[in-house]
């Protein structure tokens, strides 16, 4: 069965450092997000990729963030300099198109230290 | 705007029991409702969702799940609970016209013998 990949599954970083998480979406799903979920806490939007452009994103996601599909495979999220409480899980999900009742199917997550 | 609230974080049932996890939902229109679960080390998976068909939704494992307008519920039941369906359930909601996912803070299920 087809599945959502995410590469690395634990990254540690330095505050002030740049990270990219990277995910490998179900190969013809058109619509990708990243989500997080802070220790102990809900798993939050960050943001939505349709058409090669963001479509959606939450207050999360200020401009210390970015999103990338560089190929026909990987969509990457990049933190430009990690705060101590960007330290989350983050999950990459994709779903088939834009309709709203597409399943989102997500990945393992990549979990994210911020020392 | 739109939200999920799930009563209980931690829900505790002995293997064979009834399984009841509770969502309520706050939505102005008629919502799109899911539940993933999501056991250790592992990412979210769909169990069920509610796309305004049938009210009653069955999913994998055995779970099902009804939509009450009345209520604004969408509560979650297995009629006879595994060890195996120990894991951490979390109900979402998106609204037509968007496709972020709003998700409830979870609840954990732990199932005893």
């Known amino acids: 069965e087809p599945e959502v990949t995410q590469t690395p599954s634990h990254q540690v970083t330095q505050m002030g450092q740049e990270v990219i998480l990277r995910c490998v979406p179900i190969s013809n799903h058109l619509y990708f997000y990243w989500y997080r979920q802070i220790l102990g806490q809900k798993v939050e939007f960050l943001v939505s990729?349709?058409?090669?452009?963001?479509?959606?994103k939450s207050e999360i996601f200020d401009d210390q963030f970015s999103v990338e599909r560089p190929d026909g495979s990987n969509f990457t999220l990049k933190i430009r300099s990690t705060k101590l409480e960007d330290s989350a899980m983050y999950f990459c999900?994709?779903?088939?198109?834009?309709?709203?009742?597409?399943?989102?199917?997500f990945g393992p997550g990549t979990r994210l230290t911020v020392l | 705007a739109q939200s999920v609230t799930q009563l209980g974080s931690h829900v505790s049932v002995s293997e064979g029991a009834l399984v009841l996890l509770r969502c309520n939902y706050s939505?102005?229109?008629?919502?799109?409702l899911f539940w993933y679960v999501q056991y250790p080390n592992q990412g979210l998976q769909l169990l069920l969702k509610?796309?305004?068909?049938?009210?009653l939704v069955k999913g994998i494992n055995g779970f099902e799940a009804e939509f009450k307008k009345s209520e604004t519920s969408f509560h979650l039941t297995k009629p006879s609970a595994h060890m195996s369906d120990a894991a951490e359930y979390f109900c979402a909601v998106k609204r037509g016209g968007g496709n972020k996912l709003t998700f409830g803070t979870g609840t954990q299920l732990k199932v005893e013998l």
């Open positions: 939505s102005s229109v008629p919502p799109y």
């Open positions: 509610y796309t305004s068909a049938a009210t």
């Open positions: 999900a994709s779903s088939e198109d834009r309709d709203p009742t597409d399943t989102q199917y």
């Open positions: 990729f349709y058409n090669n452009e963001i479509s959606e």
